[in-house]
Structure formats: structure tokens, C-alpha cells
């Protein structure tokens, strides 16, 4: 991941040398700005977005200070090619809106503007500061354990940089001398492969706790450490994740596992236990199925190869994956009380999903969807007469046949039933007609072994069974 700024730092003269050993002292400190010149770093105008641009040359032209931002620097240092482009400025919103008829005001929270070119949308946001105890609270506002519930008080670069997250997104370039702004040695974190929260971690953990999925998110992606004062209160302070808005956890599970680094972010979210409060009782039931474990890094391994080779992934597979272990619970249990099979499914997929819009929430685009491939399960072993055409013709059938194999593959179901599947779909209408006759109706898959009509069957009336 390194090796473009790696290159870079063996050129002769080693320039950014100095700035690696300048001091041993904590990025959690007061920062002391280093301004990298051009010839002094990799970061060119060509890795950058055209409209990033635009939007910086227009606020700069009219009178503001305006710089490309953290994660777009971040990984142009990386040698990567950056893809979301965030803006910070001195202007506030509503001049930000004067100067584009393109901007949008978002947010409550956090007041931001969104300036739209078609498909691509470049954030801006305004310095933020410090608020003082005078500050009105509808500017500001903090709820008793610390945590932010507004932040809209504007500051200068400096306070602005104080108030980013980690030290390797403090990082700002300014286009007018194509210098690189390092307020908190962030570069000197990037060489060293950390990621490092600026200030006190348990002040900016209360502060927002999904700063902790952030750290998590950006070790996965970038292959970095997290520092040990910033790992530590994660372990404590976990739960603080209860308190934020279901649908603002739906979007960071996205980052998390759609980004093509889902495997890696799954195993450090168990690390520091974020995992559980994400999915409580996925997490529970790796304690009493072997296969479950098996089975959610099996799906996220395949999102990432997904993603990497640029094929469609969505949240409803993701999603069904990951609350099945729960599903299936539930299910056993129902079962052992008396319920039938297929009324046993659908009441425990209505209960498992109810626990987990607690924890985040699932849009019905995907929850649907999520739902039609559990049901899809008990249809894939009942094949016979025009049962497995109809359910070969069904929309969620690929989703649902993946879903199979990938159930067979971590062992919670014997092997047999997906092969009948990737041959029935390989081979022609009158061979299908003949799996089909070879094949006795099952129950949902894996309740029984994957079986063969005898052949020879007794007679009555002089008709078969038909």
C-alpha cells in the first residue's frame, strides 16, 4: 500500500526525512504545522478530481481559504488512487450556496454542503472550532456522557484541524501552491503504518463512538496498526455504539463491509468488541453453531472478491448472511416447541429482524429482498413436477442458489443439493425433465439427505403416483 510514497521517500536527499524524526512527542499533543512543499511530496493535480477542483479555485477566487482534505490526500500519499474528494473552508454553508447553484445544505448534526456535477458529489465543509460556554445551543449541543448531538461552530484551519478524527485526515492541500498542510504529523503516521486519534481517545470516543468503527474501518482498509492509546478504551467504551440512530449504523456497516475489506474489518470489530453490538445475536450464536463462523467470513470474503473485480454486491446478500446464524436459532427453537417447519422460518425471521433494527436499521429495498432468500431455502429441495421451473424463473433465485452453496460450503447443511442445482442450470430442457423425475420431494434444505425416486414403485389402479 506504501509503495508509491515509498518510492517517493528513496529519491535522492530523502526530503521528507526530517520530518519523520522531527519529534517523538504524541500526535495527541498541540500540532505544530509543517508545510510540504510540491517538490517535497507525490501528490499531483492529475490524481485529482476535476470538480474537486473547480469547487477549489471558485472559493478561493472569491475571497475564501479552501483546501482538499484528509481521506483524498491520505491515499494519493499511499500511492492510491483517491476517490472521495472533501473540501474544507473558511466559507460558511450559505456562502458556499451563493457561489454554486449546484450546492445543497445537508445535515443537522453537522451542517455540510454538497456541491453536485451529475453523478459525483464533493462535500464541503465549514472550519469547525471550539465552542465556548457561551456558545448558543443551536450551534452546539452535548448529551450528559459527552457525546455530540450538534457541532456547528465555525473556527479556523487551526481549530479545524484539532477537531478531524485521526492524525492521518488532518491533512490539507492547497491548491494555490500545491503544498501539503500537516498539522498533526499525519505523514509521519503514514510511514509508520497508524492509525492515531488526535487528542484524548476516551474525550473523542464519547464524543462520537462511531470514531471507534472509523478506526477499525481504516486499519482494515489500509493494512495499518492502531495505536495502543487509541485501541485501549474500545474495549470499554464499545457500548457507547448503543446510542447512535439505527439508520446512521446501516450506513457505517456499509463502509465496513462493502468498501473490499470486509474480512479483515469483521475480525478487528470481534477484536475490540464492536462486532456484538453491531450484531448481537450473530454474535451469540457463534458460541453454539460451528458453521456460523465459517459462514459470515465466507460471505464477506466473497463481497470483497466482488468488489475487487468490480461485480455488483448488495446489502439484502450481505445482510441475509450475516443475520442467519440468528434466523436459525430462533428457527430450532420454535421447532423443538412444536411449530412446523415453514411457519417456524418466517416467524423467526420476523423476530430476528425486529432485535436487529434496534442496532441498525435495514431499508425494506433490502430487508425484502433479505427475506425472499431465506424463504427461497425451503423451496430449493422441493423440485418436482414444475416446482423447480418456477423456482428456477423466481427474481431472487441466483441470490438464493449462492446462498445454498454458501450454507454447504461452511458445513450447516450436507453437500448434494447445490450440485443438483449448478447441473440443473448447465444442462438441456430434457435432461432437467429427467432430474427432475430422479428426485423425491425434500423438506427445507438440509433436513434430509438429498434423495432419488426409486424406481419400480407398486402400482395402484394402474397409475403411478403421478
Not at 436459525?328 to 411449530?339: F, I, N, P, V, Y
Not at 418456477?390 to 443439493?417: C, K, M, N, S, V
Amino acid at each position: 500500500m506504501l509503495k508509491g510514497f515509498t518510492r517517493f521517500l528513496q529519491r535522492p536527499g530523502d526530503r521528507l526525512k526530517t520530518l519523520f524524526n522531527a519529534t517523538d512527542a504524541p500526535a495527541a499533543s498541540l500540532p505544530s504545522l509543517r508545510v510540504i512543499p510540491r517538490d517535497e511530496h507525490p501528490v499531483s493535480r492529475r490524481q485529482l478530481s476535476e470538480n474537486a477542483l473547480k469547487v477549489l479555485y471558485r472559493l478561493q477566487s472569491g475571497g475564501y481559504q479552501a483546501y482538499l482534505v484528509g481521506g483524498c490526500i491520505r491515499d494519493a500519499l499511499l500511492g492510491e488512487r483517491p476517490k472521495d474528494f472533501d473540501v474544507a473552508t473558511n466559507a460558511t454553508p450559505e456562502q458556499v450556496r451563493e457561489l454554486f447553484r449546484n450546492a445543497r445544505i445537508i445535515g443537522r448534526r453537522f451542517r455540510i454542503v454538497h456541491v453536485r456535477f451529475g453523478r459525483e458529489v464533493i462535500e464541503v465543509t465549514t472550519f469547525r472550532g471550539k465552542p465556548a460556554d457561551s456558545t448558543p445551543s443551536q450551534h452546539t449541543q452535548q448529551s450528559e456522557d459527552g457525546m455530540l448531538l450538534r457541532d456547528n461552530v465555525w473556527g479556523s484551519i487551526e481549530e479545524d484541524a484539532l477537531r478531524r478524527d485521526f492524525t492521518i485526515n488532518a491533512l490539507y492541500y492547497d491548491v494555490s501552491d500545491f503544498t501539503i498542510h500537516d498539522w498533526a504529523h499525519g505523514v509521519r503516521d503514514i510511514e509508520a503504518r497508524m492509525i492515531r486519534l488526535i487528542g484524548d481517545p476516551e474525550t473523542r470516543y464519547r464524543e462520537d463512538p462511531v470514531r471507534m468503527l472509523r478506526a477499525v474501518r481504516f486499519a482494515g482498509k489500509l493494512d495499518f496498526d492502531i495505536e495502543e492509546a487509541t485501541a485501549e478504551p474500545m474495549y470499554e467504551q464499545a457500548p457507547l455504539l448503543l446510542q447512535i440512530p439505527p439508520a446512521r449504523m446501516f450506513e457505517e456497516v456499509l463502509k465496513l463491509f462493502m468498501s473490499g475489506y470486509a474480512l479483515e474489518t469483521f475480525h478487528l470489530l470481534r477484536e475490540f468488541g464492536l462486532f456484538q453490538m453491531l450484531f448481537p445475536e450473530t454474535e451469540e450464536s457463534f458460541a453454539h453453531y460451528p458453521w456460523s463462523m465459517p459462514l459470515i467470513e465466507k460471505a464477506l470474503a466473497s463481497t470483497d472478491d466482488r468488489i475487487r473485480e468490480d461485480k455488483p454486491v448488495t446489502p439484502a446478500f450481505l445482510y441475509a448472511a450475516l443475520l442467519w446464524p440468528g434466523v436459525k436459532a430462533r428457527t430450532d427453537q420454535l421447532m423443538e416447541s412444536g411449530m412446523p417447519d415453514i411457519p417456524a422460518a418466517h416467524q423467526a425471521s420476523q423476530q430476528a429482524i425486529a432485535r436487529q433494527l434496534n442496532h441498525t436499521s435495514i431499508p425494506k429495498r433490502f430487508s425484502i429482498p433479505m427475506r425472499e432468500i431465506w424463504d427461497m431455502q425451503a423451496k430449493l429441495p422441493r423440485r418436482r413436477g414444475k416446482r423447480a421451473f418456477q423456482t428456477r424463473e423466481h427474481p431472487r433465485f441466483r441470490a438464493a442458489y449462492d446462498f445454498l452453496l454458501l450454507r454447504e460450503f461452511a458445513g450447516e447443511i450436507e453437500h448434494g443439493l447445490g450440485k443438483w442445482w449448478t447441473d440443473f442450470q448447465e444442462v438441456d430442457a430434457r435432461t432437467q425433465v429427467s432430474m427432475i423425475e430422479l428426485v423425491a420431494d425434500e423438506g427445507p434444505a438440509g433436513s434430509k439427505p438429498v434423495g432419488v425416486k426409486r424406481r419400480g414403485k407398486r402400482r395402484r389402479n394402474g397409475r403411478g403416483q403421478g
